[in-house]
């Protein structure tokens, strides 16, 4: 069946770190794949998307590209801010999964000042 | 701020009680969503209504019952809830699968925390 597989963390970094966020995929035929950020108290929001190989989706300083040898879509961003504490979530949808979305476990990050 | 609207934010009942949730997008979308959030959990969906119709029931007990009204609003019925059915409940639509051809992000509102006592 279709799942994502993403690390779990908790991860804290120092602001201005690198950042990192592996998510790795199973799927029949040819998966759109998402990234969620959830904030403290609120609701799940769209980071970035990739509908196939090789794209690479982009937004606030996140980066994550569409690999379908490997089957990853990790998560990057070059600086770190203590705004970016909140979990993120790897996430994909498929023809086979009609209107569902199949979400990872979620990574919860701390950014300290 | 969000497209998709949630009401109440929070809700306090007892187990007796019967309470809705309410949301409500004025995207044009026609596929919407329940799901249930347990913290720093993914969420786990509930159910899925496409044009107004049911489409995805996730084995749900019937203390929760959805109904959609029309397209751009769907309630979540509550009665007889048991503490374990505390968490967080989240609304989301999005553009249907079969009209786009590939899958679409959801849009999700910010829910609605939900205490049995």
């Known amino acids: 069946g279709n799942s994502v597989t993403q690390m779990e963390g908790p991860v804290t970094l120092s602001e201005e770190a690198f950042l990192t966020i592996n998510c790795t995929y199973t799927?029949?035929?040819?998966?759109?794949l998402f990234w969620y950020v959830q904030y403290p108290g609120e609701g799940l929001q769209l980071l970035l998307k990739a509908t196939k190989a090789d794209d690479k989706g982009s937004n606030k300083g996140f980066e994550a590209t569409y690999r379908k040898e490997t089957t990853s879509f990790h998560l990057e961003k070059g600086s770190v801010q203590v705004s970016d504490s909140a979990v993120y979530f790897c996430?994909?949808?498929?023809?086979?999964?009609?209107?569902?979305?199949?979400f990872g476990p979620g990574t919860s990050l701390s950014v300290i000042p | 701020d969000t497209e998709v609207t949630q009401t109440p934010k929070h809700l306090v009942m007892g187990m007796t009680n019967k309470k809705s949730l309410k949301c409500e997008q004025h995207m044009g979308h026609r596929a919407m969503y329940w799901y249930k959030q347990k913290a720093k959990k993914p969420p786990e969906l509930m159910f899925v209504?496409?044009?107004?119709?049911?489409?995805i029931n996730e084995s749900v007990p019937s203390r929760f019952s959805p109904e959609c009204p029309n397209s751009s609003l769907l309630n979540l019925h509550l009665h007889a809830l048991q503490p374990e059915d505390s968490a967080l409940y989240l609304c989301?639509?999005?553009?249907?699968?079969?009209?786009?051809?590939?899958?679409?992000?959801?849009?999700f509102g910010d829910g609605t925390r939900l205490s049995i006592l």
């Open positions: 996430a994909l949808s498929t023809p086979t999964s009609y209107d569902k979305v199949i």
């Open positions: 209504y496409s044009y107004e119709k049911l489409s």
């Open positions: 799927a029949t035929g040819y998966p759109s």
């Open positions: 989301a639509s999005s553009q249907e699968w079969l009209r786009s051809g590939k899958g679409q992000p959801q849009h």
